[in-house]
């Protein structure tokens, strides 16, 4: 479920920022923990339709970028590619959000 | 209203004669079992919502104190500071939990030996919860909800057992469907998930927690005076009482809901016969004891 990868990614996105000393990476990391706080917003605001392809599309992106966040959690070398998959998690649920007219 | 109550009450009496005596020993023990058990998840729930809002709120406002506003939209800023906390959105489930005290009050009420005044004002608070709820309004319109409570009264006030075993399984025959809508309700938004999906409560309660705590870590480690970090540490209590409502009780609350569910069938099912089923009872009484052990220590500390 969309709810249950956003809410995982936050928690992920959380402890990565507890973590990392890198404040370049910290400071992407605090950047990206906002935006999917705005969209676990909008999907609490709203009940979303889980036939969408968007929705879909949005909770497998948000897996993968979980799966490699335990991996960085374990390895902060890993944290940049952790990065680079939150973002197109990220974008991927703003697809959502603007297809059901939220944003 | 006054002939849709004077037809019920008919109806009601004209049954009476196949009721027989009152209440079983058997009867009155499940029935006071499950009304305390209502009356404790359904008090609980409705308290925790009133505290998750304000802390809410607290959180909300301590974000902005320390980062300012977010550029994101829809996220707190300081004209809504109770963004995600809303009186529209609170409201509704206050209500829904408020309900199922109220149920729980008004059979205790019944079962136990009452007085007219307390049954009176147990069964008003009652349909005032349900006539609020739009799980209810879609099933029962106003004026049955007020001829019941009528009826309720009238034969719950008197004082012979054969008709307060009357009103008593009428209240369980008309409101039991309503409660397990109520207790749908309080099952998905309080949900921890897996299954069902985490709810919008827990979800909510995650979202504001976590801003939290990152604002407060950011805070904390750019302090370079004493002052500055207990400043930031009082805060960080604030997350930590916020976590703890939120690991503790939404999981709680849902789970009370669902024994609450299977017990409400089981009662819906057996209720009529001189020896109901206690079964699922044991599971709700439990649940309800661990939730309001659960919420002393927190509501303690």
Redesign the interface.
């Known amino acids: 479920m969309l709810g249950d990868q956003l809410s995982d990614a936050l928690t992920n996105i959380t402890q990565l920022i507890l973590k990392t000393k890198d404040p370049a990476k910290r400071k992407r990391l605090m950047e990206q923990h906002e935006q999917l706080a705005g969209e676990l917003q909008i999907l609490v605001d709203k009940m979303v339709d889980q036939a969408l392809p968007e929705y879909v599309a949005a909770t497998a992106a948000l897996e993968e970028a979980n799966l490699q966040a335990e991996v960085a959690k374990l390895d902060l070398d890993k944290l940049a590619a952790t990065i680079t998959s939150m973002a197109k998690a990220i974008d991927q649920v703003m697809l959502l959000a603007a297809k059901i007219s939220l944003v | 209203m006054k002939r849709t109550a004077l037809a019920l009450g008919a109806a009601c009496l004209l049954t009476a004669a196949s009721l027989g005596c009152g209440l079983t020993a058997r009867q009155k023990l499940v029935l006071a079992d499950f009304s305390k058990s209502a009356a404790t998840v359904g008090e609980a729930t409705s308290g925790e919502l009133k505290t998750f809002r304000e802390k809410g709120i607290q959180a909300n406002t301590q974000v902005i104190v320390l980062k300012g506003e ?6 707190p800023q300081l004209g809504s500071l109770d ?2 906390y809303e009186l529209s959105r609170v409201q509704p489930v206050i209500r829904a939990a408020d309900a199922l005290a109220a149920y729980g009050q008004t059979m205790a009420a019944l079962v136990n030996d009452t007085q007219t005044s307390d049954i009176k004002k147990a069964s008003t608070d009652l349909m005032q919860s349900l006539g609020q709820l739009p799980e209810v309004k879609a099933h029962l319109a106003a004026e049955q909800l007020d001829a019941f409570g009528t009826v309720i009264q009238e034969i719950g006030g008197i004082w012979v057992e054969r008709k307060r075993k009357q009103a008593v399984l009428m209240l369980v025959d008309r409101f039991g469907p309503a409660v397990d809508r109520l207790c749908d309700r309080l099952i998905q938004d309080f949900s921890a ?2 299954t069902p ?2 709810g ?1 409560v827990y ?2 309660l ?2 504001t927690t ?2 939290l ?2 604002a407060v ?2 805070q904390f480690t750019a302090s370079a005076t004493y002052r500055d970090r207990q400043l930031a540490l009082d805060t960080y209590l604030l997350t930590n009482d916020l976590r703890a409502h939120r690991d503790e009780v939404c999981a709680r609350i849902s789970e009370a809901a669902a024994a609450m569910k299977r017990a409400n069938a089981s009662l819906m099912r057996t209720i009529h016969e001189d020896q109901p089923s206690m079964e699922e009872l044991k599971e709700l009484s439990e649940r309800a004891g661990t939730l309001q052990s659960a919420l002393v220590i927190l509501r303690h500390k």
């Open positions: 977010s550029p994101i939209p829809g996220l963004r995600g998930g897996p999906a985490k919008w979800l909510q995650q979202l976590e801003r705590e990152v870590y950011d």
